[in-house]
């Protein structure tokens, strides 16, 4: 019995890919395990109100992060030439300082007009969203760079580091109430970027004179990759930033439709939901990308892949997510205190959605890897616009923060099973006859 099981697991563990999804997965498990584990501690030492103007903060974080590079970053793992990926490398960096830069800029310009009155208590340190989006670009840079080079134990590694240092972050900095959430996440970050940028140099795709040199102007080669992934740049920008803004609608409308309490509420309850469900779908997203950018250039077949993987994590997610449908609100009042509740009624409407979104997870990689960029676009403005209708409709009907929610829910459940079989369509379409 012994031998048949060490046999399977051999063999399922003797793919390059399954290797790779192991020592990322490693990782990955002990750096969102922590803020896992903390997660009591903090929904009793931070109010809602509290953790609702972090998730605001946070949510202008999560959109921002298709902008910071243009979305070239994801192209970094493609080029079978090493310069013109350390090329890509620069091109990205360059575009993330002007955009931080342009924040600065633009916050100084809201906040001189009084325009930043429609966030409720607007804190001076929202001025460090222009250091953090920098920040976040050597983040991506790093996480793709690493990728390319199936440095897969030492991105494993970086997660350990970052989860490390956020929560504990979290938990000494309670006496600061917001500010400590948002310097948490902060600083986090940016040890994680002094980590990537070690490992970066130490590999020669980049160094201080290359930082020194950032504000430089585009060079007529960077123009000229510019222009060969004009894809990743236009459509692939404003698909991951459609997709971001319309997952961010519901904290940035609950607050501005409700109030800070209600939007802190559903935070938790998402950020609860997606912190084990990351555990997975962060590793097995990274390798995946990597290895069907490679099949793909290679002109080998992924079908088989596609199905194997969405099977996996099918079986992986159905208990977890049918537990937390049926005892959620039992089980955040009992693990995060009775004022959590609510975010208990809140989880049980966004299941179906996450769930479903959960398989197709990985397998979204295939629109970058086959340049569909162009035609998924149109698919992320149609979902906006719908979740953006059911927020309000939940609000000039019922004004109820819940049935907000339990609509937004919904329109992310039919959305998310139309895209499972449009990316099979994809797949299906160019796979090599």
């Known amino acids: 019995m012994l031998k048949k099981i060490s046999s399977k697991f051999k063999k399922f563990s003797g793919s390059e890919f399954n290797r790779n999804f192991f020592r990322l997965f490693q990782g990955t498990l002990v750096g969102q395990i922590l803020p896992i584990i903390v997660a009591p501690i903090i929904s009793r030492l931070f109010s809602p109100d509290q953790i609702g103007e972090f998730a605001f903060y946070s949510s202008i974080i999560t959109i921002c992060i298709g902008l910071v590079t243009l979305n070239i970053d994801r192209a970094i793992v493609l080029p079978a030439n090493n310069n013109e990926a350390k090329k890509l490398i620069i091109i990205a960096l360059k575009i993330s300082l002007r955009l931080s830069i342009l924040t600065l800029i633009v916050l100084i310009l809201l906040k001189t007009l009084s325009f930043l009155n429609i966030i409720k208590d607007f804190q001076w340190w929202w001025f460090l969203l222009c250091i953090h989006i920098f920040i976040l ?18 991105l494993g590694k970086s997660r350990v580091y970052n989860g490390l240092s956020y929560s504990l972050l979290q938990m000494c900095s309670y006496k600061l109430k917001s500010f400590g959430l948002v310097s948490s996440l902060f600083l986090s970050r940016f040890f994680s970027s002094i980590n990537y940028f070690v490992h970066m140099k130490k590999n020669g795709d980049l160094n201080f004179k290359v930082l020194i040199g950032l504000p430089s102007k585009f060079t007529r080669i960077e123009k000229i990759l510019m222009k060969k992934y ?12 459609l997709n971001n803004t319309s997952n ?19 935070s938790w309850a998402n950020r609860i939901i997606q912190m084990p469900t990351g555990l997975i779908t962060q590793a097995v997203n990274q390798v995946f990308y990597q290895d069907v950018s490679e099949r793909i250039s290679e002109k080998k077949p992924i079908l ?23 005892l959620a609100p039992q089980i955040f009042g009992f693990v995060f205190g009775n004022k959590w509740i609510l975010a208990g009624e809140y989880t049980r409407c966004l299941i179906p959605w996450l769930f479903v979104s959960f398989l197709n997870s990985p397998i979204t990689g295939v629109i970058s890897a086959y340049g569909k ?4 676009f149109y698919n992320e403005i149609t979902l906006l616009i719908f979740r953006f209708l059911s927020l309000i409709l939940g609000y000039l009907i019922w004004k109820d923060a819940f049935m907000s929610v339990l609509l937004f829910g919904i329109v992310g459940f039919i959305y998310s099973i139309y895209m499972y079989f449009y990316l099979l369509k994809i797949v299906k379409e160019n796979e090599p006859s």
């Open 230 to 241: 004009k894809d990743f740049l236009i459509f692939g920008t404003s698909i991951t930033t």
């Open 304 to 326: 088989n892949l596609v199905q194997s993987t969405t099977k996996k994590i099918f079986f992986i997610g159905i208990i977890p997510y049918a537990i937390l449908f049926i």
């Open 248 to 266: 961010q609608l519901p904290i940035i409308l609950l607050q501005s439709l409700y109030s800070m309490q209600s939007a802190g509420i559903y």
């Open 373 to 376: 960029q162009k035609m998924h």
């Open 137 to 154: 670009g050597i983040f991506q840079v790093g996480n793709y760079t690493l990728s390319r080079y199936k440095l897969f134990r030492e």
